[in-house]
């Protein structure tokens, strides 16, 4: 199943078309997911594009596993600013839905990271993030 969603990350959908349908179809396939796929996702998001990265973090704040979270943990460090925000987006998606999430020290290092230079709407999601982290 991994297979497939990498496949279906890497289409060149328009951005109308993933934010209406596509999202929603990755999110399937996700459902679907044995443990190989989820060590395969885990081993292979970070040798993906910045697109692909981007679009997996936002799939994964709609699907009940546990290998979510140590993902968008991953997600949070890294160097992409836009893959950082859409992993914080979900991390914060998740809190909301009153998701058991452990905070760690590194996390909220990277979320003080991640504003550095993040821009007026970044701030705004790291910062809906960091509060959750502190308490």
């Not at 594009?49 to 979510?68: I, K, M, Y």
């Not at 991953?74 to 600013?81: P, T």
């Not at 950082?84 to 760690?104: E, K, P």
Request: glycine share 6%; with cysteine.
């Amino acid at each position: 199943m991994f297979k497939k969603y990498d496949q279906y990350l890497e289409a060149d959908w328009g951005d109308d078309y993933w934010s209406d349908v596509g999202i929603l179809d990755a999110i399937k396939l996700l459902d679907d997911f044995n443990d190989l796929d989820w060590i395969d996702l885990e081993r292979e998001w970070h040798s993906k594009t910045t697109v692909w990265q981007g679009r997996c973090a936002q799939t994964l704040s709609d699907v009940e596993s546990p290998r979510v979270l140590p993902v968008l943990f991953q997600m949070m460090a890294s160097e992409e600013e836009d893959v950082v925000l859409l992993a914080a987006d979900s991390l914060n998606a998740l809190a909301s839905m009153g998701r058991f999430i452990v905070w760690t020290p590194d996390l909220r290092i990277q979320i003080g990271n991640a504003m550095v230079g993040a821009g007026p709407v970044g701030k705004i999601v790291l910062e809906s993030l960091l509060e959750k982290v502190i308490k």
